[in-house]
């Protein structure tokens, strides 16, 4: 969703802003923006530029940009249309306040009839431009009141951070917020719900909504808390608590990003989706590294849960959304499969919402690849109000989610920056594994012959999905045929309709082409309908499923309704060939594996789909990497 970068230091802003706009672009926005001011210039002159469309938009700005503060912006519309004038940054009547903003304001409209009531007039339809308003009441406000006081201590406040905590304690929603003043050498930055962090450079400091967009100048980071807000100079910076009236400083421990810049480039790929999905062999490397033991025959990872409790878990929640909601109906089917425990799924938007049964006995996972989206955040705050232990599957470090949840593990992916999620399916899928073993041994479900065999096969992944990769040609003839087809079916029985869902997202993304996803049985009872000549249906059979025979029947009544049927197949024999107009195989390995091999030649499949329809595969229209609001 949008993006947020802030500079402040000795050198010249523009080209920084920039830059870290487009490191962020991969995160979806509709219009951007950049300010910057020169802490030198005595006439503290503001400059600012705003543009619809593509970051591209504010290249060769460098006369109008000039100055070595600033902060820029891209937008994905909340309220009002994407424009140039509801792009941000948003600034006060005078043009001496600028502000940028992640998230929405909730009361936004109640702040604005109180607003208007002073005098205020507003001139876009968006939050944004309320908050700085409210920001701007409440600094005239404290100026004033501070220039009549005569204690010394009064006088040395800063009115901007008191109008900055008055205005956010009126504030009811979700903000990133980073925002300066003509007169202030400072940048001021406060987070509720949605992410920002310092980047803490020699004699310079950074603030971003995502490390990706300053990774070229530092990686020592600071990751701001709710709550937190933030006061940057060119040379320190201090760190408040919204809830601390004296204005006292936090101390917090920083961090290091430990992945560099070449991961957010398309090393030599078209697309970041091609790169992302080409990279998986190393990525799965990367996330089994270390963590599993075939000498102890156990998974390296702390759970930080009492034996009692893993003993007597009484049900799992697995809560997530999109691409994550997929991996979790996976590991729902294995973790019943193999322990037995009643584990339900439901996405987050949901869960929320519906009032639900936890009791102290239940884990609650939450899967996020960003481990920042808004419902599933939400949802992981409210399953720890009720008491249950959370887990988190995240692959974002230091995210909001990986700092809330009780215990978790990194799915060590390394940056996602297409929308479309690819290695952060094949990565969680392989954790929900390794939490399948852990749990299973801990509770002796599982015994050390299958877990011997089940950490064998697990090391072998990174060569499978290599494996996996090998269809190229095939694929492309597919997309070929698939390309101008209005509609396509994707079916799948038991573990592999997780990844029929998988699949039908990732069509329907990039390549904009409808795609629906049934459990095979289900065709018959209505969808089956729909069927003509030549509709594409995509499928797996995997030999030795114990549903093998079913899932030929499948294939059958499609076919007898004249499908075209695409399988996704651990073995071709004559008996499939008779069945299947194209055949997709990948290497034979048991269920537990299947959603993270089954899923590759589907990537590629809406990858060279969306390529061969000439759509715009890493920033899908309508769509954003990160969905940080409601
Ligand atoms: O960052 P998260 O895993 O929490 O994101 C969840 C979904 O928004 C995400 O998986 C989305 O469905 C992807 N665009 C799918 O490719």
């Not at 009780?406 to 390794?434: M, R, W």
């Not at 904009?512 to 594409?536: N, Q, R, V, W």
Request: charged share 25%.
């Amino acid at each position: 969703m949008c993006g947020i970068i802030g500079y402040i230091g000795p050198k010249v802003a523009y080209p920084i802003l920039l830059t870290g706009l487009k490191r962020m672009e991969y995160r979806g926005y509709d219009s951007a923006g950049i300010s910057t001011i020169s802490i030198e210039d005595n006439q503290r002159a503001v400059n600012i530029v705003k543009k619809q469309g593509k970051v591209s938009n504010l290249e060769n700005k460098q006369t109008e940009l000039q100055g070595n503060l600033g902060l820029a912006h891209t937008r994905w519309a909340t309220h009002g249309q994407p424009s140039e004038l509801n792009s941000h940054p948003h600034f006060n009547d005078d043009k001496s306040l600028m502000l940028v903003h992640n998230g929405i304001i909730e009361n936004y409209l109640t702040i604005k009839r109180n607003l208007e009531q002073r005098g205020y007039v507003f001139h876009t339809q968006t939050d944004t431009e309320v908050l700085t308003k409210l920001i701007d009441y409440y600094h005239k406000k404290c100026k004033q009141k501070l220039s009549t006081t005569l204690q010394n201590y009064e006088q040395k406040k800063d009115p901007l951070e008191l109008a900055l905590r008055a205005a956010l304690h009126d504030v009811v929603g979700a903000y990133g917020i980073v925002l300066f003043h003509k007169d202030t050498n400072k940048l001021y930055a406060a987070k509720h719900g949605s992410p920002l962090v310092i980047g803490i450079g020699k004699n310079e400091h950074f603030v971003a909504s995502d490390p990706a967009a300053f990774l070229d100048h530092t990686r020592r980071v600071l990751y701001l808390e709710d709550e937190d807000i933030a006061i940057i100079k060119e040379n320190s910076y201090e760190l408040k608590s919204l809830c601390s009236h004296n204005g006292e400083c936090i101390k917090r421990k920083e961090d290091l990003v430990d992945w560099d810049i070449t991961a957010v480039e398309k090393n030599g790929y078209e697309h970041f989706m091609l790169k992302e999905i080409m990279e998986q062999p190393q990525t799965l490397a990367n996330c089994l590294a270390g963590r599993l033991d075939p000498q102890l025959n156990d998974i390296k990872f702390t759970l930080k849960l009492t034996l009692n409790f893993i003993k007597n878990i009484k049900r799992i929640s697995i809560i997530a959304c999109g691409t994550s909601s997929y991996a979790a109906m996976a590991g729902k089917f294995l973790i019943e499969k193999y322990l037995r425990i009643p584990t339900e799924v439901e996405v987050a938007s949901e869960w929320r919402y519906k009032n639900p049964i936890i009791s102290k006995d239940d884990l609650v996972i939450v899967i996020s690849q960003s481990g920042e989206t808004a419902d599933t955040l939400a949802a992981l705050k409210l399953a720890k109000q009720f008491g249950a232990k959370t887990f988190g599957i995240i692959n974002v470090v230091g995210s909001t989610m990986s700092r809330e949840v009780d215990s978790g593990i990194y799915i060590h992916a390394g940056p996602e920056i297409c929308v479309a999620s690819t290695k952060a399916f094949t990565a969680q899928v392989l954790c929900l594994n390794f939490l399948l073993i852990k749990l299973g041994k801990i509770r002796g479900d599982l015994t050390e012959t299958q877990i011997q065999r089940m950490i064998s096969n697990l090391l072998n992944t990174p060569e499978l999905v290599k494996q996996s990769l090998n269809n190229i040609e095939q694929i492309k003839a597919a997309a070929n045929l698939i390309k101008d087809k209005q509609s396509i079916f994707y079916l799948g029985r038991g573990i592999n309709f997780a990844t029929a869902k998988e699949g039908a997202i990732k069509i329907k993304e990039i390549s904009y082409i409808h795609a629906e996803d049934f459990a095979s049985g289900e065709m018959k009872h209505g969808p089956i309908a729909l069927l003509e000549k030549g509709f594409p249906v995509v499928t797996f059979v995997n030999k030795n499923d114990p549903l093998y025979e079913k899932n030929l029947s499948s294939i059958q009544e499609a076919k007898a309704r004249g499908a075209y049927i695409i399988v996704v197949a651990d073995h071709i024999d004559s008996t499939l060939q008779s069945y299947a107009d194209t055949i997709l195989q990948v290497p034979k390995v048991p269920d537990y594996l299947q959603p993270l091999i089954n899923t590759i030649p589907l990537q590629l499949l809406a990858y060279y789909t969306a390529k061969l329809r000439g759509c715009e595969i890493d920033q899908p229209k309508n769509l954003a990497k990160s969905v940080t609001v409601e």
